[in-house]
């Protein structure tokens, strides 16, 4: 296995998959966001989102991606509905011809946190994204990828999440296989090359076209595919300055999910082929 890390993504376009995964949304409170986004079909994602734009002159050209630390927004008070979000995230090269996406090609995926602010009054999904240096979380482990195709690297791998409060470990979001997702392999690729090209400034979502120009038609995209559900404790559960979470995406052929829970409990030190992010809240 292959590991990669110290990735510098100061230059890579960072985006994300909005409802790509059934029940999430609806968990999140944030199904009223899409009510007039049409999809092509009902189980397609409502559309890309960026929460890092290099180059771009306001707050999404700030960095907010962490190994270590979520920073609280502070500015909320003590009352900021901030949720972790558990997720996988893929690097792919990009191929343009005359500035249009022709092809993704995976590079290496990781254990990512979505981390948002519940603000049922933004306008864009990029205003609960991104508050900061520290406010999205990125493993330190990239595993290769070689293929994004039925059968390829990732299809083994699971999504697994736990917060830990007051010294007890509760399951954040359900345990989920990498294909359930409503998107996936080929079908993901092709429906977000096209979105990449023709996404326009409507509702919450934003002109994609205008970010890749504004990023300077980035070498590389880095893409987290979507947030799993949450169980009944994260969806109801805020996160608060102490809490520590512990985000895997780990081969669920070598790794049984109980030895999952113990390597965040620190029972277990090691696991075989998995991308681990711990993050405290700060």
């Not at 002159?57 to 630390?69: D, E, K, V, Y």
Request: aromatic residues 12%; hydrophobic residues 35%; contains cysteine.
């Amino acid at each position: 296995m292959n590991k990669h890390s110290n990735y510098d993504f100061n230059h890579v376009l960072c985006l994300g998959v909005a409802g790509n995964f059934a029940g999430h949304l609806e968990q999140a409170g944030e199904t009223p966001d899409f009510v007039h986004v049409q999809t092509q079909s009902a189980t397609a994602p409502k559309g890309l989102f960026p929460y890092y734009v290099p180059n771009h002159p306001a707050q999404l050209g700030q960095n907010p991606l962490s190994i270590s630390q979520i920073k609280y927004p502070d500015f909320l008070a003590n009352n900021a509905h901030l949720q972790a979000e558990p997720e996988v995230c893929v690097l792919f090269d990009v191929t343009y011809q005359n500035n249009l996406i022709t092809k993704l090609t995976p590079v290496a995926f990781a254990a990512f946190n979505d981390c948002s602010i519940r603000k049922p009054n933004a306008k864009k999904i990029s205003e609960k994204k991104n508050w900061g240096a520290d406010t999205k979380g990125i493993a330190k482990q990239f595993i290769t990828c070689t293929t994004f195709e039925k059968g390829g690297e990732l299809d083994e791998f699971h999504i697994a999440s736990f917060l830990k409060r007051d010294n007890q470990f509760y399951a954040y979001g359900n345990d989920s296989s990498v294909l359930t997702y409503s998107y996936f392999h080929t079908t993901l690729t092709d429906w977000m090359i096209e979105q990449l090209n023709t996404q326009t400034d409507f509702g919450p979502l934003e002109n994609l076209q205008a970010h890749i120009k504004t990023a300077g038609y980035p070498a590389q995209m880095m893409i987290s595919l979507g947030a799993t559900t949450y169980t009944e404790f994260g969806e109801k559960t805020f996160l608060q300055p102490g809490d520590e979470l512990f985000f895997y995406v780990y081969n669920a052929t070598k790794n049984h999910s109980e030895a999952v829970l113990n390597h965040a409990k620190g029972v277990q030190k090691t696991l075989h082929n998995s991308s681990i992010l711990h993050q405290t809240i700060v």
